[in-house]
């Protein structure tokens, strides 16, 4: 494999989460008083940490939102997922076979620790993933598209970033990935490919994802 380190983002990669999570976002938004449709919330928010959803309210509306936001909203998802969430289809399978290659991966997500683990307990993902090769947006300063993260994920797992490559599935994390010196994969079952615009390449199912990485 042409790679050191395979860098997976979390949700919409890994676990197939943000129709779950970007349905109750929006809703949430709507409740309070900010008019946000699903596609919204795709547009502005899909791969970033939850502090941008205050920063992008702030600067429209002059608006705060309540101090607990974070956890009422972060409440309503874990449960949302110990309902509905799944794997995405074949994610097993490629780091079953990346573990058989010898290839280290991590995942590298603007969610919450918490957030990660929720999502990987409830799909079966906690039995490939460990603490020491799990990083998320709360490790560093800035959450995507910064490429704060990417870059922290590369030095705590002792690999060069041009010898990384990132698999993304929101314009926020190509451009992270791009701003760290990385080459990226746009995955598009969800996300259309001119919304992953400088990806070095595409792909709609996670079975066709090591063949690009050869």
């Known amino acids: 494999m042409r790679y050191e380190l395979v860098v997976f983002d979390n949700d919409g990669v890994l676990v197939d989460s943000e129709p779950i999570s970007n349905t ?14 699903y596609e919204d919330s795709l547009r502005d928010y899909m791969g970033a940490a939850v502090h941008r959803v205050h920063d992008l309210i702030g600067e429209r509306t002059g608006q705060r939102l309540p101090q607990d936001f974070d956890e009422t909203l972060h409440a309503r998802v874990f449960a949302a ?23 280290p991966y991590c995942v590298a997500s603007s969610g919450s620790h918490e957030r990660i683990r929720v999502g990987h307990r409830k799909t079966g993902l906690d039995a490939w993933f460990r603490d020491e090769n799990i990083f998320s947006a709360e490790d560093v300063g800035r959450g995507k598209p910064a490429p704060d993260l990417f870059l922290h994920a590369a030095a705590r797992m002792g690999v060069a970033p041009e010898r990384c490559v990132v698999i993304e599935d929101s314009r926020l994390g190509v451009q992270a990935a791009l701003a760290a010196g990385m080459e990226v994969y746009g995955f ?22 090591l063949e690009l990485l050869r």
């Open 24 to 37: 109750i976002l929006a809703g949430y938004l709507t409740e309070l008083g900010h008019s946000t449709s």
């Open 188 to 209: 598009t079952a969800m996300t259309p490919q001119d919304r992953l615009a400088g990806a070095n390449g595409f792909f709609d199912d996670m079975g066709k994802l």
């Open 81 to 103: 997922f110990e309902r509905e969430l799944e794997a995405v289809a074949g994610a097993t399978d490629v780091l079953k076979q990346l573990v058989e290659a010898e290839v």
